[in-house]
């Protein structure tokens, strides 16, 4: 009987990932670049009041950290790799981000 329990909880926890992909999939979505202390872009206008999706790719030789302090998000990439964040609606207004490997590289996030 364990084993039956174990097998659903699995089964529900897959279920609930998939729907949270799918989810994700459907969000409007904006992709940022970092490349060893440079972001592109270094400014991303995004709808106010609405969940969004950043889809972060590393194309630097190094690794990188899109992180903000102000969304509590934090995303550390290999090179070459890719990865996004969700982000839950936001109030208009501007919501800073950086790569935590290379400081200097600072970015914004403008809700409108």
Known sequence: MKLK????AFAA????????????????????????????PTRIEVPAGQRIKIEVHN??????????????KEKVLAPGADSFVVIAPLDPGEY??????????????VAK
Do not use: C, W, Y
């Open 59 to 72: 194309i630097g030789k190094g690794a990188a950290e899109f992180e903000s302090v102000q969304l509590r």
């Open 96 to 109: 800073k981000f950086f790569d935590d490997f290379h400081q200097s590289a600072q970015g914004v996030i």
């Open 5 to 8: 329990k174990h097998m659903a």
């Open 13 to 40: 926890a897959a279920l609930a990932s998939i729907a949270g992909i799918a989810q994700a999939a459907d969000l409007p979505t904006f992709k940022l670049e970092m490349n060893d202390g440079k972001l592109n």
